[in-house]
């Protein structure tokens, strides 16, 4: 959840009147003043694909659970007006959430590598007849997903990833009606300032996803104006979702005295264990095409190349060489700088290069937080010119034939002239 913001509770607790309703979409700030009984809590995966500006992000579906928090204080907001936060009352809101990615491009076209935080809403509705007094009742937001839906998705959760968010939620009484309604409410990254012995004690703040070491007021002394200082730990990518997809491409090189640099070689892509998964395609890297199927069929001549890019990183992708030439030649592959043993591929042999990333180990925190790297692969066929000595081999046989055969009429005529002399 980057869209986390500094924690700032300036909403005033007494006397607050209502406000006209709009769109209960939570701000940057943290904070949505609304009347409406709907409450919209960002959730975020960072997609990231290192060298291209274009990904798909992951078809998940998180799953939330929403209780009264134990975790209580007093808030005051910069005017000093002080409140004690409540415990919310059992189904106060929403006591069960989800949200679902399913897969959307998400894409920077001024960048050379992507970075870029895909947010949906948690939606969760305030039941306005389980509350009696007029207050600020606080819920506790835990994210509930399971390791294997995050694992099969291909999201790498942090290893210092809080999965637990505060919820304060401001009711109040309309001085009109007299009824009870919303006036807003705030979700924390942490709890907020709390006065110990007189000093306002101030947590870490979370802002677009970098953890604020340091704050400071600005010169008049009040929080949350634009002359605030900050300090930042940039990256902090321990507390963040990421959705790290591999970009794949394969170069074909034809070597030997008879190759020809000109001719196509049959190819075809498979990418395995990655049901709902869409990725980029094609022999031009500026201009890839989106596709969601398991295989595709393409030709590379020598020194040409095809991409498979932003593909999930728990996919298998394999790319299968077929010899349709209808001679006989050597080949091998040459992976992250390394070569593999050289194979003779006779007519209609297949020569596959399979692929699978690091990232493997389920519920192991080394292995999850690691980011697979991009692989390029090589697909080398040497074509030389048949031995000399074989040839004369094969053909020292038919000289031999020529003279017996020749020798054969020489007999037959002397059988012939025998016969006409008696």
Same mark, same amino acid.
């Given at each position: 959840?980057?869209?986390?913001?500094?924690?700032?509770?300036?909403?005033?607790?007494?006397?607050?009147?209502?406000?006209?309703?709009?769109?209960?979409?939570?701000?940057?700030?943290?904070?949505?003043?609304?009347?409406?009984?709907?409450?919209?809590?960002?959730?975020?995966?960072?997609?990231?694909?290192?060298?291209?500006?274009?990904?798909?992000?992951?078809?998940?579906?998180?799953?939330?659970?929403?209780?009264?928090?134990?975790?209580?204080?007093?808030?005051?907001?910069?005017?000093?007006?002080?409140?004690?936060?409540? @415990?919310?009352?059992?189904?106060?809101?929403?006591?069960? @959430?989800?949200?679902?990615?399913?897969?959307?491009?998400?894409?920077?076209?001024?960048?050379?590598?992507?970075?870029?935080?895909?947010?949906?809403?948690?939606?969760?509705?305030?039941?306005?007849?389980?509350?009696?007094?007029?207050?600020?009742?606080?819920?506790?937001?835990? !994210?509930?997903?399971?390791?294997?839906?995050?694992?099969?998705?291909?999201?790498?959760?942090?290893?210092?990833?809080?999965?637990?968010?505060?919820?304060?939620?401001?009711?109040?009484?309309?001085?009109?009606?007299?009824?009870?309604?919303?006036?807003?409410?705030?979700?924390?990254?942490?709890?907020?300032?709390?006065?110990?012995?007189?000093?306002?004690?101030?947590?870490?703040?979370?802002?677009?996803?970098?953890?604020?070491?340091?704050?400071?007021?600005?010169?008049?002394?009040?929080?949350?104006?634009?002359?605030?200082?900050?300090?930042?730990?940039?990256?902090?990518?321990?507390?963040?979702?990421?959705?790290?997809?591999?970009?794949?491409?394969?170069?074909?090189?034809?070597?030997?005295?008879?190759?020809?640099?000109?001719?196509?070689?049959?190819?075809?892509?498979?990418?395995?264990?990655?049901?709902?998964?869409?990725?980029?395609?094609?022999? !031009?890297?500026?201009?890839?095409?989106?596709?969601?199927?398991?295989?595709?069929?393409?030709?590379?001549?020598?020194?040409?190349?095809?991409?498979?890019?932003?593909?999930?990183?728990?996919?298998? @992708?394999?790319?299968?060489?077929?010899?349709?030439?209808?001679?006989?030649?050597?080949?091998?592959?040459?992976?992250?700088?390394?070569?593999?043993?050289?194979?003779?591929?006779?007519?209609?042999?297949?020569?596959?290069?399979?692929?699978?990333?690091?990232?493997?180990?389920?519920?192991?925190?080394?292995?999850?937080?690691? @980011?697979?790297?991009?692989?390029?692969?090589?697909?080398?066929?040497?074509?030389?010119?048949?031995?000399?000595?074989?040839?004369?081999?094969?053909?020292?046989?038919?000289?031999?034939?020529?003279?017996?055969?020749?020798?054969?009429?020489?007999?037959?005529?002397?059988?012939?002239?025998?016969?006409?002399?008696?």
């Amino acid at each position: 959840m980057k869209k986390i913001a500094q924690v700032l509770t300036s909403l005033l607790i007494v006397g607050v009147m209502a406000v006209p309703t709009f769109a209960a979409t939570i701000g940057d700030d943290g904070i949505s003043n609304t009347s409406d009984i709907t409450l919209n809590i960002p959730k975020g995966i960072t997609v990231i694909n290192d060298g291209y500006n274009r990904s798909y992000s992951p078809a998940i579906a998180y799953t939330f659970e929403i209780t009264p928090s134990s975790n209580l204080g007093k808030i005051t907001d910069r005017s000093g007006v002080s409140a004690n936060v409540n @415990a919310g009352p059992v189904n106060g809101i929403t006591s069960e @959430a989800s949200v679902v990615f399913s897969p959307e491009l998400v894409e920077d076209s001024s960048a050379t590598s992507l970075s870029k935080e895909l947010v949906k809403n948690i939606e969760l509705t305030v039941d306005l007849s389980k509350f009696t007094d007029p207050g600020v009742y606080r819920y506790t937001i835990t !994210d509930t997903t399971s390791a294997d839906a995050l694992y099969e998705a291909g999201i790498v959760r942090g290893t210092e990833f809080d999965p637990t968010r505060e919820l304060d939620v401001y009711i109040v009484r309309n001085s009109t009606t007299g009824e009870l309604e919303v006036s807003g409410y705030v979700l924390l990254d942490e709890i907020p300032p709390v006065v110990v012995d007189g000093t306002k004690k101030t947590p870490g703040y979370v802002q677009g996803g970098d953890i604020i070491e340091t704050h400071t007021p600005g010169q008049d002394g009040v929080e949350g104006t634009e002359d605030d200082e900050y300090t930042f730990s940039v990256g902090d990518t321990d507390s963040v979702d990421r959705y790290v997809t591999v970009n794949y491409t394969v170069t074909k090189r034809t070597e030997g005295n008879m190759a020809n640099p000109t001719a196509e070689y049959s190819f075809t892509s498979k990418i395995e264990n990655a049901d709902g998964v869409v990725y980029f395609i094609g022999d !031009d890297e500026a201009q890839l095409a989106e596709s969601d199927v398991a295989q595709n069929t393409f030709s590379l001549a020598d020194g040409n190349s095809y991409y498979l890019y932003a593909v999930s990183p728990v996919a298998t @992708a394999k790319v299968v060489e077929l010899n349709d030439t209808g001679s006989t030649y050597n080949a091998y592959l040459t992976v992250a700088g390394a070569d593999t043993d050289p194979v003779t591929l006779n007519s209609n042999d297949t020569l596959e290069a399979s692929f699978e990333c690091t990232y493997k180990a389920k519920n192991t925190a080394t292995n999850m937080s690691q @980011a697979p790297v991009n692989q390029e692969i090589v697909v080398h066929n040497v074509i030389n010119a048949p031995s000399m000595t074989g040839f004369l081999m094969r053909v020292l046989p038919f000289a031999v034939l020529g003279i017996v055969t020749v020798g054969g009429i020489i007999i037959i005529k002397k059988v012939k002239f025998g016969k006409e002399d008696n």
